[in-house]
C-alpha cells in the first residue's frame, strides 16, 4: 500500500533556529498537506500544496511540493515556543477517494 | 464556532461493551472521515462518507459501524470493545473527495480507554 516516509521522528531545537522536516514516498502524489497537532487536539491544517514544484509559505512556514511528486519539505524559520508539536504530511492520489495517507509524525521540541 | 466537534472528549470502558462517539461539522462539507490514532500518535483512516454514502472502509473490524443520519453527522458506534480497540479517535470533513476540496478539517478528537 502507499506509505510516507516523514522525517526526522524528533527535533530538539533552541528558540530561534529554523526547522526543516520531509516527507518521501515511492509512489506518486497529487496533493500534499501539512498539518499540526498540539497536545490534547486534532491535527490543524498549515498549508496544502497541489502542483509538482510549487512552493507554499504561511507566515513563518514554508512548504513545497517536489517536482517528482514523491516528496514534500516543510520549513519553520525563527521557531518560538508555541511552535512545539507533532507535524505531519500528509498526500492523496488519483483514485484514492479521498484517502489521506498520513506520515508518522515528526515531535518538535523548542528550548526557550 | 466550532467547525467539527466530538462527543465524548474522553471514554473510560470495560471490554466488552458497546459505545458510541458522535461528530458533527457545521462547514457544510460533503465528506466526513473517521481516523483512528495510535499511541505512537500514527493517523489511519478508517471510514470516510460522502453524501452519506459510504466510500472508504480500511479494513476496520465488523465491530466498527458508522451511521451516518444526514451529511453533518457521522457516527461511530462500536460493538463489543476490545483492548486493543484503546486509542484516539478523530472525524473530519471536507468539502468533497478530490484535490483541494479535500482539505480536511480535524475534530478534537475522543480518546477511548478499554479496561
Known amino acids: 500500500g502507499q506509505q510516507l516516509n516523514q522525517s526526522p521522528q524528533s527535533m530538539f531545537i533552541q528558540e530561534g533556529e529554523d526547522v526543516s522536516m520531509n516527507c518521501t514516498s515511492s509512489?506518486?502524489?497529487?496533493?500534499w498537506l501539512w498539518y499540526k497537532q498540539d497536545p490534547g487536539e486534532g491535527p490543524v491544517l498549515l498549508i496544502a500544496?497541489?502542483?509538482?514544484?510549487e512552493l507554499t509559505s504561511n507566515g513563518r512556514l514554508t512548504a513545497q511540493f517536489g517536482i517528482t511528486r514523491k516528496d514534500s519539505f516543510l520549513n519553520i524559520s525563527a521557531s518560538i515556543p508555541s511552535d512545539v508539536g507533532i507535524y505531519f504530511c500528509a498526500g492523496q492520489w488519483d483514485g484514492s477517494q479521498g484517502n489521506l495517507i498520513f506520515g508518522k509524525g515528526t515531535k518538535l521540541s523548542v528550548k526557550p | 464556532d466550532t467547525a467539527v466537534s466530538q462527543t465524548p472528549k474522553y471514554l473510560v470502558t470495560q471490554m466488552g461493551n458497546d459505545k458510541s462517539i458522535k461528530c458533527e461539522q457545521n462547514?457544510?462539507?460533503?465528506?466526513m472521515y473517521w481516523y483512528k490514532q495510535d499511541s505512537k500518535k500514527f493517523l489511519k483512516i478508517m471510514f470516510s462518507y460522502n453524501n452519506k454514502e459510504l466510500i472508504i472502509n480500511e479494513t476496520v473490524p465488523n465491530r466498527f459501524s458508522p451511521k451516518s443520519p444526514d451529511k453533518a453527522h457521522l457516527n461511530l458506534h462500536i460493538n463489543s470493545l476490545e483492548l486493543g480497540d484503546s486509542a484516539v479517535y478523530f472525524c473530519?470533513?471536507?468539502?468533497?473527495?478530490?484535490?483541494?476540496?479535500?482539505?480536511?478539517?480535524f475534530g478534537p478528537g475522543t480518546r477511548l480507554t478499554v479496561l
Open positions: 473530519a470533513s471536507s468539502q468533497d473527495l478530490r484535490g483541494e476540496w479535500n482539505e480536511q478539517f
Open positions: 462547514l457544510g462539507h460533503d465528506t
Open positions: 509512489s506518486i502524489f497529487n496533493t
Open positions: 500544496l497541489y502542483k509538482a514544484g
